[in-house]
């Protein structure tokens, strides 16, 4: 009983540390979400130019996209016109951060990681976008027969949204930060809580550093662990803070901080499908081996500075007032429980009498509402479908219409980066 009680203080602690930050990154994704127009991201990514790498991986930095939700909006991007370089460089640096998680992480690592990251995230990006344009000219990447949204429908949604009244476009705002961004993460972020909380429990202090090299040895440990990996951005950060407590290096957290969230096993397969072998090994080349670099970077930026890169001062260290803290834990508890109790009513709601007509697909790969968001968007587009409805937790798409054929959904689906199972 005392092991549970310890457990469960330290997830609480941990919950109570990164509440406020949280919320604080939600709220600024939203209204940047808001704030940058799609035509606008669309309008100077189209050159194979290394202008629009940086473009690229300059706007993924604070936009709240994970690994997964980031392979659509990329292709989307594409589709629009966006190069070869800088579609790659959007998908290497967007889901390694965002506000949201570059605030929690200033929470627990303090503010050298938390500018340390995004600038990371900047670098590989462009590194990456520049490397596709110089020496993969030769390779395209697969089209599909379905447009994702067409100039007209980007500029007709856009004025739109500058049309709805102040109070809509807050209440939409605050339905996107809260609503849609913490459901993407809510999964993964308290499965990360409860992995940093059993680490720390099972692992004795300076684990890590008595059995394992700090430097290179453990980041390559790390890296491996980290690349076929699901995790967001922000769920990764207690767990780096609890591996630096027990003897972990800066440096080697940082790997697991940058491959973590940019990599996964559902992502390769995607790009592997969806962009070549030759894309899919330049990004997993570049995501590899900058994370080594910045990880040696930071721990000789702190051997030569003598600086002490604790994670102690940040966890659970008191940086904001105890009431504020408690108030902001109750608010995202609050959320989350509504978050959880809304799938679960989802998943035990019987389904609908099957229509004439009514086609049901199996979607693989699927894991927030970015993803749902694409896949509806790109079948409700094939001809003779009158109606889409995507249910993420059950894995499928039901599509109603006339004379719909097969082979159009699969195309439609395929292009924008999933596959019928």
């Not at 940058?258 to 397969?269: D, R, S």
């Amino acid at each position: 009983m005392e092991l549970i009680a310890k457990y469960i203080q330290t997830v609480v602690s941990l919950f109570n540390e990164m509440a406020f930050w949280l919320l604080l990154g939600f709220a600024l994704a939203g209204v940047l979400y808001f704030l940058i127009p799609k035509s606008a991201i669309v309008r100077h990514l189209g050159k194979e130019s290394i202008g629009s790498s940086w473009k690229a991986s300059l706007l993924g930095v604070p936009l709240p996209l994970c690994s997964c939700g980031v392979i659509p909006t990329a292709i989307g991007l594409r589709k629009q016109g966006a190069s070869r370089g800088a579609t790659i460089s959007f998908l290497i640096s967007t889901p390694q951060t965002g506000l949201d998680s570059i605030a929690v992480t200033y929470s627990f690592l303090g503010p050298l990681f938390a500018l340390f990251r995004p600038v990371a995230a900047f670098i590989s990006g462009v590194v990456g976008g520049v490397a596709i344009t110089l020496f993969n000219r030769k390779q395209r990447i697969a089209e599909s027969s379905v447009e994702i949204d067409s100039d007209e429908d980007l500029l007709a949604h856009e004025r739109h949204m500058r049309g709805l009244p102040l109070r809509t476009k807050l209440r939409k705002m605050v339905h996107y930060a809260f609503g849609d961004l913490l459901g993407d993460i809510a999964f993964w972020l308290v499965i990360g809580l409860l992995i940093a909380a059993l680490i720390d429990l099972l692992i004795p202090e300076n684990f890590f550093a008595e059995r394992i090299n700090p430097g290179l040895p453990s980041m390559l440990l790390l890296m491996v662990a980290g690349i076929p990996l699901y995790i967001c951005a922000t769920a990764s950060v207690p767990i780096a803070a609890v591996l630096m407590l027990k003897g972990v290096s800066a440096g080697a957290a940082f790997v697991f901080l940058m491959v973590g969230p940019a990599t996964n096993a559902a992502t390769i397969a995607v790009i592997g499908r969806v962009m070549g072998k030759r894309t899919l090994t330049a990004y997993l080349a570049t995501v590899a081996l900058l994370s080594l670099v910045f990880g040696l970077l930071l721990n000789a930026f702190l051997s030569w500075t003598q600086m002490e890169q604790s994670v102690t001062g940040y966890f659970g260290g008191g940086m904001l007032p105890l009431w504020l803290q408690i108030s902001a834990s109750v608010v995202l508890a609050a959320l989350l429980l509504h978050y959880f109790v809304s799938v679960w009513q989802r998943k035990l709601a019987r389904p609908s009498e099957e229509k004439s007509g009514v086609i049901t697909l199996r979607i693989v790969g699927m894991h927030c509402s970015h993803c749902v968001e694409s896949v509806h968007n790109a079948l409700a587009k094939v001809p003779g479908v009158q109606n889409v409805d995507v249910n993420i937790e059950r894995g499928i798409a039901r599509v109603e219409g006339t004379a719909i054929k097969d082979s159009d959904l699969k195309v439609a689906v395929e292009g924008v980066g999933y596959k019928l199972g």
